[in-house]
C-alpha cells in the first residue's frame, strides 16, 4: 500500500511540474577553432542545470530553445580542443560564439555537478574526477565498479567475477554513498559479497568525489560519493538509440544492451535493456568453479525539459544471479567439490550453469528528479523508493537460507540563490526511511526499521582567481532493532532461545566543510579543503548474530558502539598546458572511533557440524594518508603518454596495526598512439594503446589479513571511430593480462581459498548509435 502511494505521490509531483507555462528564449551562435578560425562541426554544448545538450552542425552552428532568463553553466567541448566552460545570463545574452583552443592532452569533463550546484572542476575545492562514458565503455569489466577501479585513489573489494564493491583511498562498504540518477542506492551494502545493483551500461558519465562528503550527503559519505549520472536527453525533434555488445574469452562474457530515446518538443523520454551472461572464469591455473553469473536489467524514463528547468521520472529493474564461489576443494586431488560432496570435473567447471552457493538479488527503484529555474534560483528536489530482495542460497537451489526484503525512501530538496555574479547560497535538508524483514529460515541481522534526516547550509565566494567556500550540516538518525527468538527447531517463535534483543539506538553529529581554489594562471591551479565526516554504524556492525555464507565466518554485533568521525585535510596541485597535464593530490584522515571486527582469542562457532571463526564488531582512533599522481604527456599530437599512481597508508591507532582492505602501491604506465586520418575517410582516429600495471607488495596487513606479492600486468588494445552513414560506430579490441600472469589481487576475498585472479582476456566491443527520427527543425 505504502508502495502504491509512493507511486501516485510522484506521479502527481511530475504532472504539476510539467504544467508550467514555458516561453521561447533562445541561444545559438558558432563553435570555431580560435587559431585558424575554421567552424567545429559535430562540437557539443551542453547545459548541466537543465540536462539537456546540443551539438553544432556542419557549418559548426548551434541553437538552443525552450531557455529559461537565468544564469546558467555552459559547457563546449570538441575532440581535440580544450573545453571552454562559462556562465551565462540567458536573460540578456541570445547570441555567443565559442572559440576553442586545440589541445593534444585528451578532452576531460569540467563540469561537475557532485557539489552543491554545477561548477568548474577547477573551482571546486574538492576532489572530483569525472569519467567520461568513452571511459565506461572501452575499458573491458564485468560490473560498474569493475570500470572505475582504474581511476586512480579508487579500487574494488571483489568477490570472484561478478561482485565488486567500491573503496575510495582505503574506505569502503557503508562509508561510500552512491548516487544513480540523483538518488541515492540502497541495498544492504554493508555485506561483502553485496554489489551495486546499477546497470553498467545505464551510466552517461561518472563523478567520484574522494574525500568527506557529509556536508552534502550525510551519513556514510564520510569516505567519499559516486554519482552516476544519467545520458544527456535526446537532441529536440529526436528518436535515437545505441546498441552496445561486448564479448569477452575468459569467461565467455557476453553483454548486450540496447537504448531508444527521443524529445518532442521537449517531452523528452528513454528505455534501456541489457543482458548479461558469464561462464566461470578461468585463472592461469584453473577453471573457478561457480563463478558465473546472468544479469538481466530494465529501466524506463519520462520528462520534460523546459524553460522553467526540468523534471525527469525514473524507474529501472536490475535482477542477478550468481555463482558463489567457496573454495572447497579434495583434499588428495585438489579439485573443487559441489555442494553434495562430488568432486567437480573440469568440464563441469567451466560451465556457464549455475550451483549453489549462489545469490539471487533483485532491485527495483522508481525516483523523481525535478530541478524548477525561478530567474537566479533553483530548487532540486529528488524523491526516491526502491525494494531490494536478496537471497543467499547455501544448502538448496529451492529454499533460500539468507533472505532480506528491505523497502527504502529517500527524498532530497536543496534551494540555491545566486547573489550578484559571485556569491552562491545553498541550503538543503535530506532524509532516509528503512524497513527490513528477514524471509529467510536463517538470520544474520534482525528486522529493523531506521529514520535518517539532515540539513545543511553552504555558501561559495568567487573573485577572478580565487574561490572560498564553508559549509555546516546536522544529522540525526534512529535505528530500532526487533528481538527474535527461536525454538528447538531453529523457528521463529514467540519465545526460546534469543538470537536477536531489541534496541533503539539515537545517533547525531554535526559536519562541515571548508575549501578554496587559487588560480596562478592560466595554466596552474590549487585547491585546499579541510571536511569533517560522520558515519553511524550500520544493523550488521550493531546487531549480527549469524553465519554469512558468503563470508566463511560468524559475525557477532555491538549495540554499543558509536558514530564514526572523521577530520580530513586534502590538497591538490594540477598543471595543464597544450601538451601537458599533471595533478598531485595529497590527503591526511583522521577517524575517531573507526570500526572494524576482530576474531578474539580464537573464538569459533559450530554450525551444522561446522566450526567458523567468530568476528566480534569493535573500535578505536585510526589515521589514513596517502596521495595520488597523474602524469599526462602529449610530446607529438599522435603519442600519448599517461601515467598514474596511488598510494593509501592506513593503521589503526588504538592497535598499533594495519587497517584491513588497504590496497597496495599501484602505478600504471601507459602508450597510446593514434593515426591521423584524412577527413573523408570512414576510418576516425584509430589508435594503439599499450599499458603496464604495477602492484607493488602488500606487506602492512591486519591480522586476519595475509600479504600480497606484488605483479605486473601487461595489457593492449586498438579500435577506432567508424563513420557509417552520418554514424559513428565505436569498436575497440582489448588484451588484458595478455603474459597469463598469477597473481592474486589484495581486495580479491578468493585470495584467502588459495584462488588467483583471473587470467588473459580479450575483450571485443562494439557500439553502434542510430537515429530513428530527426526533424528539420532544431
Not at 477 to 495: E, M
Not at 552 to 564: D, Q
Amino acid at each position: 500500500m505504502k508502495r502504491n502511494k509512493f507511486f501516485l505521490i510522484l506521479f502527481f509531483f511530475t504532472l504539476l511540474t510539467t504544467s508550467v507555462i514555458y516561453g521561447q528564449n533562445v541561444l545559438s551562435g558558432h563553435v570555431i577553432d580560435k587559431e585558424t578560425g575554421e567552424v567545429l562541426p559535430g562540437a557539443t554544448v551542453f547545459v548541466p542545470d537543465l540536462k539537456a545538450g546540443t551539438s553544432t552542425d556542419k557549418d559548426g552552428k548551434y541553437t538552443f530553445r525552450n531557455l529559461p532568463g537565468s544564469s546558467l553553466v555552459i559547457q563546449v567541448s570538441h575532440i581535440g580542443y580544450k573545453a571552454e566552460i562559462v556562465t551565462l545570463d540567458l536573460s540578456k545574452t541570445h547570441t555567443r560564439d565559442f572559440q576553442l583552443i586545440p589541445s593534444a592532452i585528451e578532452v576531460k569533463e569540467i563540469v561537475v555537478t557532485g557539489n552543491a550546484l554545477s561548477s568548474d572542476n577547477d573551482r571546486s575545492s574538492f576532489s572530483i574526477t569525472p569519467i567520461s562514458k568513452n571511459q565506461l565503455l572501452t575499458v573491458p569489466s564485468t560490473n560498474l565498479i569493475n570500470s572505475i577501479s582504474t581511476v586512480p585513489g579508487v579500487s574494488e573489494i571483489t568477490t570472484g567475477g561478478e561482485i565488486s564493491k567500491p573503496v575510495i583511498r582505503g574506505l569502503g562498504y557503508n562509508r561510500i554513498v552512491t548516487l544513480n540518477e540523483g538518488v541515492r542506492q540502497e541495498g544492504n551494502q554493508w555485506g561483502d559479497e553485496h554489489g551495486i545493483e546499477i546497470d553498467q551500461f545505464s551510466a552517461d558519465r561518472i563523478e567520484v568525489l574522494k574525500g568527506p562528503a557529509s556536508l552534502f550527503y550525510g551519513s556514510d559519505a564520510m569516505g567519499g560519493v559516486i554519482n552516476i549520472l544519467e545520458q544527456t536527453p535526446a537532441k529536440m525533434g529526436s528518436i535515437d538509440g545505441e546498441w552496445i555488445s561486448q564479448f569477452s574469452t575468459n569467461d565467455r562474457l557476453f553483454s548486450n544492451s540496447a537504448m531508444v530515446e527521443g524529445n518532442q518538443n521537449g517531452w523528452i523520454w528513454r528505455a534501456r535493456g541489457t543482458y548479461k551472461t558469464a561462464a566461470s572464469y578461468h585463472t592461469p591455473m584453473e577453471w573457478v568453479y561457480n563463478s558465473g553469473f546472468n544479469e538481466k536489467n530494465f529501466s524506463l524514463m519520462a520528462g520534460v525539459i523546459k524553460k522553467w528547468g526540468y523534471s525527469h521520472l525514473h524507474f529501472s529493474s536490475f535482477n542477478t544471479k550468481i555463482g558463489m564461489v567457496d573454495g572447497t576443494r579434495d583434499s588428495t586431488t585438489n579439485q573443487f567439490i559441489d555442494y553434495q560432496g562430488n568432486i567437480v570435473s573440469e568440464e563441469h567447471a567451466k560451465r556457464r550453469s549455475i550451483d549453489v552457493p549462489f545469490q539471487e538479488v533483485s532491485h527495483n527503484k522508481i525516483s523523481s528528479v525535478t530541478n524548477l529555474l525561478i530567474k537566479d534560483n533553483q530548487l532540486k528536489i529528488s524523491l526516491g523508493y526502491q525494494w531490494n530482495n536478496r537471497k543467499e542460497f547455501g544448502e538448496t537451489p529451492d529454499n533460500p537460507g539468507l533472505f532480506f526484503h528491505l523497502d527504502t525512501w529517500t527524498y532530497d530538496v536543496r534551494y540555491t540563490r545566486l547573489l550578484g555574479k559571485s556569491l552562491e547560497l545553498v541550503g538543503g535538508v535530506s532524509g532516509m526511511t528503512q524497513i527490513n524483514r528477514n524471509k529467510g529460515i536463517e538470520f544474520l541481522i534482525p528486522d529493523y526499521d531506521l529514520q535518517d534526516w539532515g540539513g545543511f547550509v553552504y555558501a561559495k565566494k568567487t573573485w577572478e582567481r580565487f574561490t572560498f567556500n564553508m559549509g555546516l550540516r546536522y544529522d540525526s538518525r534512529q535505528v530500532k532493532a526487533y528481538s527474535l527468538y527461536l525454538d528447538t527447531l531453529g523457528n521463529p517463535a514467540l519465545s526460546g532461545d534469543t538470537l536477536f534483543r531489541s534496541f533503539s539506538r539515537d545517533f547525531s553529529a554535526f559536519t562541515g566543510s571548508t575549501g578554496m581554489t587559487f588560480k596562478l594562471n592560466k595554466e596552474i591551479h590549487f585547491k585546499f579543503n579541510v571536511g569533517r565526516g560522520f558515519r553511524a554504524p550500520n544493523i550488521s556492525e550493531l546487531s549480527a548474530n549469524g553465519l554469512h555464507e558468503g563470508t566463511f565466518r560468524y559475525e557477532i554485533g555491538n549495540p554499543g558502539l558509536n558514530p564514526e568521525t572523521s577530520l580530513q585535510i586534502d590538497g591538490e596541485i594540477s598543471w595543464d598546458n597544450k601538451y601537458l597535464s599533471m595533478v598531485f593530490n595529497g590527503f591526511y584522515n583522521i577517524i575517531n572511533n573507526f570500526i572494524y571486527y576482530r576474531n578474539i582469542n580464537g573464538e569459533e562457532k559450530e554450525v551444522n557440524g561446522v566450526w567458523y571463526p567468530v568476528y566480534r564488531y569493535v573500535q578505536g582512533n585510526s589515521l589514513l594518508k596517502g596521495f595520488e599522481f597523474e602524469l599526462d604527456v602529449h610530446p607529438v599530437d599522435a603519442l600519448h603518454f599517461d601515467n598514474n599512481i596511488d598510494y593509501v597508508w592506513g593503521e589503526n591507532l588504538s592497535m598499533g596495526a594495519a587497517l584491513p582492505f588497504i590496497p597496495a602501491l599501484h602505478l600504471t604506465d601507459q602508450v597510446k598512439w593514434t593515426f591521423k586520418t584524412r577527413k573523408t575517410s570512414a576510418i576516425k582516429n584509430p589508435y594503439i594503446q599499450l599499458e603496464l600495471e604495477t602492484h607493488f607488495y602488500q606487506g602492512r596487513v591486519d591480522v586476519f589479513e595475509t600479504v600480497t606479492p606484488g605483479y605486473v600486468l601487461l595489457n593492449c588494445s586498438i579500435g577506432s571511430k567508424l563513420k557509417v552513414q552520418k554514424q559513428l560506430w565505436t569498436w575497440y579490441i582489448s588484451g588484458t593480462n595478455l603474459l597469463d600472469t598469477k597473481y592474486y589481487d589484495h581486495l580479491s576475498r578468493l585470495k584467502e581459498v588459495g584462488i588467483y585472479n583471473m587470467g588473459r582476456r580479450i575483450t571485443l566491443g562494439l557500439v553502434i548509435p542510430f537515429g530513428l527520427y530527426h526533424s528539420d527543425k532544431d
